[in-house]
């Protein structure tokens, strides 16, 4: 393998590493949500929230708009943002009809 083929290995490798710990933080993000709709049915509050969700949502694009020397799209944050958001409220319904 040329020095370049290794060097592309190591930058991938990198990435997947980076991708496991994403997958990692996204369960716990899904733990954290799964208590925290168990304190909101304690406290007989519904489980969406959608003054919750947009703060959530624009804390994201605040972060891309303060990173824009990384190439970091607004756009793109919002729309991970919302499904992140939009996957919790499903698994947290279908969960509840169990």
Same mark, same amino acid.
């Given at each position: 393998m040329s020095s370049e083929e290794n060097k592309l290995e190591e930058i991938r490798k990198?990435?997947?590493?980076?991708?496991a710990e994403i997958v990692d933080l996204l369960i716990?993000?899904?733990?954290y949500a799964k208590q925290a709709k168990e304190e909101k049915i304690r406290m007989n509050k519904p489980v969406r929230?959608?003054?919750r &969700?947009? =703060?959530v949502i624009e804390k994201?694009?605040?972060r891309a708009r303060r990173g824009e020397d990384w190439?970091?799209?607004?756009?793109?944050?919002k729309k991970i943002a919302e499904l992140i958001i939009e996957y919790t409220l499903?698994? &947290?319904? =279908?969960e509840g009809n169990e």
């Open positions: 990198k990435i997947d590493e980076i991708d716990k993000r899904v733990q929230n959608r003054q &969700e947009n =703060e994201w694009c605040a190439n970091l799209s607004e756009e793109m944050m499903k698994m &947290e319904i =279908e």
